[in-house]
């Protein structure tokens, strides 16, 4: 059940971590150490796709949810299902590349957008 229990955990991290890549030029664009995390994370997908890699929570999931034992609890969680589903699209390998690389090129040009902007403000 423990084993259930973080895996289901680490899916929802997982979910979260992957909302932080879509909109953490939000956050990052008034936070520096947030914007390197940020950056850094963006960096790491692109090399990911790239490379045909699995993400290191993705291999953390797996191996957690081998260690759980089925036959002692029901199938199924209702906290982990919804992100569950959104972290594991059914979508080809190009089609993933492809968002992960226009989701850098927006938060790109949010920071860009911000620091032009920021810079005009100053004066």
Not at 10 to 38: M, P
Not at 79 to 97: F, G, M
């Amino acid at each position: 059940m423990l084993y259930k229990i973080l895996a289901d955990f680490v899916v929802l991290v997982h979910f979260l971590w992957i909302l932080f890549l879509f909109l953490g030029a939000i956050w990052g664009s008034k936070h520096k150490a947030v914007k390197i995390v940020h950056l850094s994370g963006l960096r790491f997908a692109i090399l990911i796709q790239v490379f045909d890699w699995y993400c290191p929570l993705t291999h953390l999931e797996f191996w957690l949810g081998s260690k759980h034992d089925s036959a002692l609890v029901y199938t199924g969680s209702f906290i982990a299902h919804y992100p569950e589903q959104i972290v594991y699209l059914e979508l080809s390998r190009p089609s993933v590349l492809l968002f992960t690389v226009f989701f850098l090129g927006f938060n790109a040009w949010f920071y860009l957008k911000r620091t032009k902007w920021c810079s005009f403000s100053d004066r």
